[in-house]
């Protein structure tokens, strides 16, 4: 006998980076089946738009899911206007792109905060609201290149690769208390951040809405790997398997080893100046603290 979906009506989701692309998609799925969303996202004003475009009763909150202090006081505020948190969904995310020889300390540095550290941050976070209740779901957005390595994004795959071994540990330690733990891996995908990028060969980029509607999927139904589409599963399976010659013909073959580098710059332009600014914003700060750190010691000393 088939599975009966569980419902998600009533349910209180977090989606971090919802003010656009998956995350966005993820709260209208999830809406249109009676959750209550809220979205957090580094971008406050965005985020308050789309909540209010959303409609439903959403909230957009400010969330930089760098800071373990912003992320417990965006959950809480989640609990004090919508109720229990039963699902946190980590997709905040970004991809700078490049060979990894020329990529500099501060795009790494951001790229390991953002992707890694807020996955650990949320996921944590989450795991304290709903061990005491025994129940509730954990949803990691990694990446197929959380299973595989493509050139042009090593520090990218990196953080992707841990986000799926995190999420398989914490799996581990939870399943048997009632939580669940989704690891959502997708292809290229039509977004801003997938701007410019390359197709795998019989592999088109998908929709925001097709993410979306796999982890509405995954909610329903408890399913742990989650990749979209479903039968790229199946080629990320058989690395595990295959010789390593093998493996690396069905890259060439599947021209997966062009997808980070054959890039359309033209297109891909507003995603890597919004980027460049993060990045500099970032790194700025870090000089900030370790001025105000070495002034501080220097008037204790």
């Known amino acids: 006998m ?14 971090t980076g919802g003010a656009r692309g998956i995350g966005r998609a993820t709260a209208a799925a999830l809406i249109s089946q009676g959750a209550r969303v809220a979205i957090g996202d580094i971008d406050a004003g965005l985020a308050a738009q789309t909540a209010q475009e959303l409609g439903s009763g959403t909230i957009g909150l400010p969330l930089d899911v760098t800071q373990r202090e912003s992320f417990d006081e965006f ?9 229990p948190l039963e699902v946190l969904i980590n997709n905040a995310g970004i991809m700078p792109l ?22 650990i941050f949320g ?34 795959c990196a953080t992707k690769h841990a986000v799926v071994g995190l999420s398989e540990a914490i799996r581990q330690e939870v399943k048997d208390v009632g939580i669940g733990v989704s ?16 197709e795998a060969r019989g592999f088109k ?9 796999a982890i509405v999927e995954a909610l329903q139904f408890g ?8 039968r790229i599963g199946s080629v990320m399976r058989s690395q595990a398997v295959l010789p390593r010659r093998v493996v ?38 870090a000089q900030d603290d370790q001025t105000h750190a070495e002034e501080t010691h220097a008037q204790v000393a």
Do not use: C, W
């Open 248 to 285: 690396d013909g069905i890259g060439r073959f599947f021209k997966g080893d062009q997808v980070l580098t054959n890039l359309d710059h033209a297109k891909r332009a507003a995603y890597e100046a919004r980027m460049a600014e993060t990045i500099a914003g970032d790194s700025q700060a």
């Open 75 to 83: 959950l809480t505020e989640v609990e004090s206007r919508l109720g």
């Open 223 to 230: 399913r742990v790997d989650v990749y979209v589409p479903k």
């Open 98 to 119: 490049g060979t990894f020889v020329d990529e500099d300390d501060a795009t790494a540095d951001r790229l390991i905060d953002i992707n890694l550290k807020g996955v």
């Open 123 to 156: 996921s944590k976070l989450a795991l304290k609201r709903f061990l005491p209740r025994q129940r509730g779901h954990l949803v990691n957005i990694a990446s197929t290149a959380g299973k595989s390595g493509f050139p042009g994004g090593a520090t990218y």
């Open 2 to 15: 088939a599975k009966a979906p569980k419902s998600v009506a009533g349910q209180v989701v977090a989606i």
């Open 183 to 198: 690891i959502v891996m997708p292809i290229v995908v039509n977004t801003e951040l997938g701007s410019g990028l390359a």
């Open 205 to 213: 980029a998908v929709e925001p809405e097709d993410v979306a509607n």
